[in-house]
C-alpha cells in the first residue's frame, strides 16, 4: 500500500477495543488532536474543567464527595463527546445552547459514535472515488455527523435530531449549505473515531495531581535550602 494513503484504520482493531483514560492522559490527547491550540496547559485545563460543570461529557456524575474523592474515568464515548464539543467551538468557547443539544441527544450520539467507528470502511461508509479531469482520484470514507445546527439572529433556532451521513450524502449537504445558511456543517466522525481511538491505545501513563516527594527527599531538598 502507498504510504501516502496510511490511513491510521490500518492499525486499529475492527471491533471498538475498550479505552478507559484518566484526566491527564484525555488533555495529552486532545492536545494531540490540536484542540488546545496556543493556550497554555493551565487555560486549556480550566476550559475543559468548565465543561464538566455543565454536564460534557459526564453529565453532573459526582467524582468528590466530604468524605473521599474517586478519579474519574474517560470511556471512548466521554473523549468522543470532549472531542464533538471541541470541534464546535466558536472563538474558543462552545455556545450553551449547543452544549444542551449535545446533552439532551446524548443517548443518540453514544450510537453514532459507535457506529461511526463500526462502518469507517464498510456499510454506509464504504469508500467512494470522486474523479475529475483535473485531478487525482480522491477517496471519501466513513461516517459524517450532521447535528442539523441552525442559528438565526444569533440565536440557536434548531439542533437536531443529529443524523449520520454517507460521504455522498455530505456532498450533497456541502452543496446546499451556500444556500441554506446552516452555520455548523458535517463533522468527518468517522476519522475523529480513528483518531481517538488510536492515539487513547498509546496514550502515555500520566500522573494527575502534583508530585509527591517522599519525606526523606523533603528532608533532603530542606537541608539543601539552608546551606
Known sequence: MDAARTHHDDF????????????????????ELGYRGTVSESAF???????????????????QTKRRKRLA???YWHV???????????????????????????????????????????GAGKP?????????PVELRGLYLDLNIEFAGGHLVRFGPPKLLSSTETLLRFSKSAVSGRAFLPLALSLLSERVAALALRAPEIRSGP???SHSTTRSKNRQSKR
Open 211 to 213: 508530585p509527591k516527594f
Open 80 to 122: 468522543m463527546e470532549l472531542a464533538l464539543t471541541l470541534s464546535l467551538r466558536v472563538y474558543h468557547v462552545v455556545p450553551d445552547a449547543v452544549l444542551k443539544g449535545i446533552v439532551d441527544y446524548r443517548a443518540h450520539l453514544y450510537r453514532c459514535y459507535r457506529r461511526a467507528y463500526v462502518e469507517r470502511q464498510s
Open 45 to 63: 485545563f480550566e476550559y475543559i474543567k468548565s465543561l464538566r460543570k455543565l454536564g460534557i461529557p459526564f453529565g453532573h456524575q459526582k467524582f
Open 12 to 31: 486499529l482493531p475492527a471491533k471498538l477495543p475498550r479505552i478507559q483514560l484518566r484526566h491527564g492522559q484525555v488533555l495529552w490527547l486532545l492536545t
Open 73 to 75: 474515568h474517560y470511556s
Open 128 to 136: 467512494t472515488f470522486i474523479v475529475t479531469e483535473d485531478c487525482e
